[in-house]
Structures are given as C-alpha cells and as structure tokens.
C-alpha cells in the first residue's frame, strides 16, 4: 500500500516522515545549520544552503503536500509571505478576481502593496459565480478565494470557479486555512494553488507563523520555488519541527473543533442577546448545500452578531469572558474571539466592511477543543 491510499489520520502521522537515516531517529531532527558540507564541487547530498532547501523543512513540505493530494509543497515565513509569492507570478497590467469577503491582510497586501506594482484586483460576491464571470478579460490572470471565508463563512463552489479558471485558461488559488485538509481538499475540487496560514490549525497550538503552498502542476511548483529561493521568505528548521509535530494531531484536533463549534453555534442561534450566527452547518447559511459537497464537516469557525448593534455592548461582552481569549489569530488548542472589526479587517473601509456583515458588534470564534459546556457557560456569563 503507497502512501497516497493511506487514509487522512494515517498520512497526518507517518507522510513526509523518515526515521533518520543517521541515528534511526523516529522524529525529523531539527537541522540547525545555515550550510552543507560537499564532497567535492557540485557534488552534495542534495542540501547545499538552507534558503534553498532544509531537510526539516522539506520533510514539513513532503507532509503538507500529501495532507492536500499535492505533488509539491512549499512554506514560507508567514501565510502573507506565501500569497506574496503567488503574486509575483504576476507582472503590472495583470488583473485579479478575488471576493469581497476576504482575510483583512491579504485585502491589504492586494490594495497596499500590488496595486501599486500595477495589477488591478476586482472584489465581487463570490457567492454568485456571475459575478466572477462578469470581470474576466483579456488581462485576468487570477482568480484568488477562500472558503470557508473570514470571518462571515461565506461558502463559494470551488468545482464551479475551478471550471471558470480552467475554461479561460486561468490560475485558481484557494486560501484553505479555516477548512484544513482534513475538512476540504480543493486541488481536488480544480483549483491549480492551495494556500494555508499554517500559523493556524496546521500548527495548531499558538506557537509558530507560517505560511505555505501545495500545488499539483510542476510547471506552476517550478515558479513557486524559484520565487521562494531567490526572495528567501523561508521559515527556520524549529518552526518546522514544531508543525510536523502539530500535523500529528491535526485529524484528532479537528474532530474536536467540529464537535465544539456545532455545539456553541447552536447554543448562540437560540440566545436572545444574538442576532445573526455564521456557520455553515445552518441549512439557511448560504450556500449551506455547495458546504455539504465540498466539506466533510464544517469546522470550528464561527462568527455572531449582536441584537442592536452596539459596539460598546460588544466590547462589555468580550472583555467579560474567562475561558475565550480575546486575540488575533485562530486555530489554536485554546479558544480565541477576536473583532474583526477594529482587528484582522481594521484596513478595510468600514462601508466595505459593512456590506459583507462585518458590522460593530461582529464577534468572531475560534472554538478549541476544551470541554464544549465549560465553553457554554462561558459565553452565557459574558453575554448576560
């Protein structure tokens, strides 16, 4: 049995892994070194300088790339370093289709940094493929989603943007970070690129940022590697340690943030105090449907709005939990709620913000895997 037939808790523990070959040792060492001694000019073991390949690094790439049914992995200092790089597939005239819901730093890196290399970005609905198709011309060279989006979980049919890209000869990039491999594997569903902030659930305990690709076609992996060697936004031999150690866990960890999130937006759909509740289990979220054909389950993200809109009200409630943590990032073992408004989406116009649900009193969960009705009370206490 290769290890592509393997299922998904089997790859997270064994795929991209050797016992070293040096000492027999079970785990990846942790390769501390800037440099690889030759034998003789031209002649190595295939490491010659840790920007260009770490063998921790490449053992997390192995990994990584066998989690998503890729061919070709590569990691990157941060999620942000990663899309950069898939930006400079791109030169200045190029346009990009990307949707109006959207992780606040990749909003700014595409209005703050590229626009002013040239390439125009056009934010549509994404919940209509229209809208995609409607912005296609000649200088499209990109289309950039994500799905499961941050932080309204808006559902956008990748088999359906996959036919488009492919139909007009495009590239289709997809950020997976809230689903993870073990919910969602859109290289299967046609995308060309798949993206991970693996600060965030790869990683999985608050202790590293990272960012990485996985890609099926060597021509586009090619690229992404040269980008990646000659710009060096690598991450260090420890960070990768600590994710392959993280990977491990991930179907274990993911079962459990499942379980918790459809516990507690249950619990919120029901609380007088809320008004709106984003999850995508909900048969009336939307898109609920394309969630069910793509997804295995619908994650540990989820967002609420409050009755009234009141943004010191929001503040009262989230200065007044014990168990969730009021900070940025997610998908960490703990449970973490953050305002998207005044923090990952603070650089977006507030009317842009508005029109796709991220309103004042918006609070956002990263639901962890702690006791689902420790966390209940928790949110009954600070809501009352």
């Not at 003789?40 to 998503?68: D, F, I």
């Not at 200045?92 to 890196?109: F, M």
């Amino acid at each position: 049995m290769g290890k592509k037939d393997l299922k998904f808790g089997t790859k997270a523990i064994h795929a991209g892994v050797e016992p070293d070959s040096a000492t027999g040792a079970i785990m990846t060492p942790v390769y501390q070194t800037s440099t690889f001694v030759q034998d003789k000019v031209g002649q190595h073991k295939g490491y010659e300088y840790s920007r260009t390949l770490n063998p921790t690094r490449h053992a997390l790439e192995k990994a990584l790339a066998a989690l998503e049914n890729a061919e070709y992995g590569a990691c990157f200092g941060s999620g942000i370093a990663a899309i950069d790089s898939v930006l400079k597939l791109l030169k200045a005239g190029d346009e990009v289709i990307t949707s109006v819901d959207l992780y606040g730093g990749t909003y700014r890196i595409f209005t703050e940094v590229y626009e002013d290399f040239g390439i125009k970005f056009h934010f549509v609905d994404m919940d209509d493929l229209s809208n995609v198709e409607e912005k296609i011309n000649t200088k499209t060279k990109l289309i950039w989603s994500e799905t499961p989006t941050n932080p309204v979980l808006s559902i956008i049919d990748l088999k359906g943007l996959a036919a488009i890209s492919k139909r007009e000869g495009l590239i289709l990039g997809v950020d997976n970070t809230f689903a993870t491999p073990f919910l969602q594997n859109p290289l299967d569903l046609g995308a060309d690129i798949v993206m991970h902030s693996v600060t965030k659930y790869l990683g999985g305990h608050s202790d590293i940022v990272m960012g990485a690709l996985m890609m099926k076609d060597k021509n586009i992996a090619e690229k992404i590697y040269h980008i990646q060697n000659n710009t060096g936004a690598i991450p260090g031999p420890m960070d990768c340690f600590l994710v392959l150690r993280g990977l491990k866990t991930l179907h274990l960890r993911m079962e459990r943030h499942c379980e918790n999130g459809r516990k507690i937006a249950e619990f919120l759909r029901e609380h007088p105090k809320v008004d709106k509740v984003y999850w995508p289990g909900f048969e009336y979220h939307p898109n609920h449907e394309i969630a069910n054909q793509q997804m295995r389950d619908y994650g540990g993200m989820l967002s609420f709005s409050l009755k009234g809109n009141d943004l010191k009200e929001a503040n009262k409630v989230m200065e007044s939990f014990e168990i969730f943590t009021l900070a940025e990032s997610l998908g960490g073992v703990e449970s973490l709620l953050s305002h998207p408004a005044t923090m990952s989406h603070a650089g977006v116009p507030k009317d842009e913000r508005e029109a796709v649900g991220i309103v004042d009193s918006l609070i956002r969960f990263s639901v962890g895997v702690e006791d689902a009705e420790d966390l209940i009370n928790d949110i009954k206490q600070a809501l009352a």
